[in-house]
């Protein structure tokens, strides 16, 4: 499968959770249509 870059990406065939660790990693979730239930933004400092 691919993902809104044009990159392989492999999905599991019935996922129940997916984490998105950055925010262009939900645009590609979103891009495969995968249904956002909850999102959650954290900030950390440095």
Same mark, same amino acid.
């Given at each position: 499968?691919?993902? *809104?870059?044009? *990159?392989?990406?492999?999905?599991?065939?019935?996922?129940?959770?997916?984490? *998105?660790?950055?925010?262009?990693?939900?645009?590609?979730?979103? *891009?495969?249509?995968?249904?956002?239930?909850?999102? %959650? %933004?954290?900030?950390?400092?440095?």
């Amino acid at each position: 499968m691919k993902d *809104a870059t044009d *990159a392989s990406v492999c999905v599991p065939e019935h996922p129940q959770w997916v984490v *998105a660790l950055m925010e262009s990693d939900l645009d590609a979730l979103l *891009a495969l249509d995968v249904k956002v239930i909850g999102f %959650r %933004r954290t900030m950390t400092s440095n």
